[in-house]
């Protein structure tokens, strides 16, 4: 069945440091590729998003990758700051999200 | 801005009870949504809705749930006999067109604890 496997599952990084957290997809046919950040007991909320027309999108201190052909897609983080931190989720999508097992960023002051 | 909105925040319930989670989506999204989140780990899947009935659903979506869109405005999820196993956060979620190409806008939750 479709799948997305994210890593690393937890990340410490220095403040001011860069991010990267990784995920792959099965379903060839997924073109939608959104990024969530989900604090504890609340909604994930969308980050970032890419479609599968476009290879990489930048939004201030984040930015997604995404490679079709090799099913990767990344998030990378600039000047990480503390209140970075939380756990991130990348997710696939045809019809319906698929999301990967969750990524806790902590940044370190 | 408009909201995904659910009812209630909290259930909690003896096991074999029926629940009945509702949400309110944005009001010109035509499809609808259920996930479900176990603590501590990542949000799953349930199913999509549209056009009155359902598009598709996970094999967590069993003969126990069911959905329904009552009027113009709610859109629920019913566990007829709820398990241990139930106990975690549901999200329903909206989005103006397919999935594949549009944002879904999530609902605040509800927690249901089966005892």
């Known amino acids: 069945g479709e799948n997305v496997e994210q890593h690393p599952s937890t990340l410490s990084v220095q403040e001011g440091d860069s991010a990267v957290i990784k995920c792959t997809y099965s379903d060839s046919a997924s073109n939608y590729f959104p990024w969530y950040k989900q604090e504890l007991g609340k909604r994930p909320q969308l980050i970032i998003d890419?479609?599968?027309?476009?290879g990489e999108k930048k939004d201030q201190r984040i930015a997604v990758t995404l490679n079709k052909t090799a099913k990767h897609f990344s998030l990378h983080i600039t000047e990480t700051q503390p209140e970075d931190s939380t756990v991130y989720f990348c997710a696939a999508s045809s019809y319906k999200l698929i999301f990967g097992s969750g990524t806790r960023l902590l940044v370190r002051p | 801005e408009p909201e995904v909105t659910q009812t209630p925040s909290h259930q909690v319930t003896q096991m074999g009870q029926e629940v009945i989670l509702r949400c309110v989506p944005i009001s010109n999204h035509l499809y609808f949504y259920w996930y479900r989140q176990i603590l501590g780990q990542k949000v799953e899947f349930l199913v999509s809705?549209?056009?009155?009935?359902?598009?598709?659903k996970s094999e967590i979506f069993d003969d126990q749930f069911s959905v329904e869109r009552p009027d113009g405005s709610n859109f629920t999820l019913k566990i007829r006999s709820t398990k241990l196993e139930d106990s975690a956060m549901y999200f329903c979620?909206?989005?103006?067109?397919?999935?594949?190409?549009?944002?879904?806008?999530f609902g605040p939750g509800t927690r249901l604890t089966v005892l």
């Open positions: 979620a909206s989005s103006e067109g397919l999935a594949g190409h549009n944002e879904q806008f």
């Open positions: 890419i479609r599968s027309n476009v």
């Open positions: 809705f549209y056009n009155n009935e359902i598009s598709e």
